[in-house]
T-cell receptor
Framework: EADIYQTPRYLVIGTGKKITLECSQT?????MYWYQQDPGMELHLIHY???????EKGDLSSESTVSRIRTEHFPLTLESARPSHTSQYLC????????????FGNGTRLTVT | RKEVEQDPGPFNVPEGATVAFNCTYS??????FFWYRQDCRKEPKLLMS???SGNEDGRFTAQLNRASQYISLLIRDSKLSDSATYLC??????????????FGQGTELSVKP
């Protein structure tokens, strides 16, 4: 079983608040990812990183930002939450190698009121 | 055309049935392929990687057809617990440093008593 952790598991917050979703992995994986998924819908890649000090935007435009100061930590920040940010946010990591699969955290379910 | 497309669901089958899902990919350079399972409101979990020669894991068989650019997942003797959404995942460009994996939209399976 992969060791990748997300906190908080659930978050209900008011519009305009700044929030940071935490993601940590203990496997030493270089590559980390953030996905956004609405109920019953596809996963959308919003950010990824292939190592320390590298971050890239994904395929879905997002108002969030990420940082990768340490290998094991890949937090996602929303400076000013809006109701449109209500969704599930999934963090994942994988090791180097063509055939290495993604390992997911158990997600953060965000509700912005 | 989407980079990865799956059979549209849902598939509703009785217990004990055999069911097969297909997934096509557009990039002929794709090198690695995976099937994930996602339960309602949970994170995706790796079901199996797909190897060139095909592979089997208990009741599950995965096949790769490079000439036609599709992968398949066969589930034999369906159980109620197999009910979930099955996601096809493709690594479209193994030389891409970020290693973005592409997800299909998912095929929902519902196994009935």
């Amino acid at each position: 079983e992969a060791d990748i952790y997300q906190t908080p598991r659930y978050l209900v917050i008011g519009t305009g608040k700044k929030i940071t979703l935490e993601c940590s992995q203990t496997m030493g994986h270089d590559k980390m990812y953030w996905y956004q998924q609405d109920p019953g819908m596809e996963l959308h890649l919003i950010h990824y990183s292939y190592g320390v000090n590298s971050t890239e935007k994904g395929d879905l435009s997002s108002e969030s930002t990420v940082s990768r100061i340490r290998t094991e930590h890949f937090p996602l920040t929303l400076e000013s939450a809006r109701p449109s940010h209500t969704s599930q946010y999934l963090c994942a990591s994988r090791e180097k190698g063509i055939n290495s699969p993604l390992h997911f955290g158990n997600g953060t379910r965000l509700t912005v009121t | 055309r989407k980079e990865v497309e799956q059979d549209p669901g849902p598939f509703n089958v009785p217990e004990g049935a055999t069911v097969a899902f297909n997934c096509t990919y557009s990039n002929s350079a794709s090198q690695s392929f995976f099937w994930y399972r996602q339960d309602c409101r949970k994170e995706p979990k790796l079901l199996m990687s797909v190897y060139s020669s095909g592979n089997e894991d208990g009741r599950f068989t995965a096949q790769l057809n490079r000439a036609s650019q599709y992968i398949s997942l066969l589930i034999r003797d369906s159980k109620l617990s197999d009910s979930a959404t099955y996601l096809c995942v493709v690594n479209p460009d193994p030389y891409n440093q970020g290693g973005k994996l592409i997800f299909g939209q998912g095929t929902e399976l519902s196994v009935k008593p």
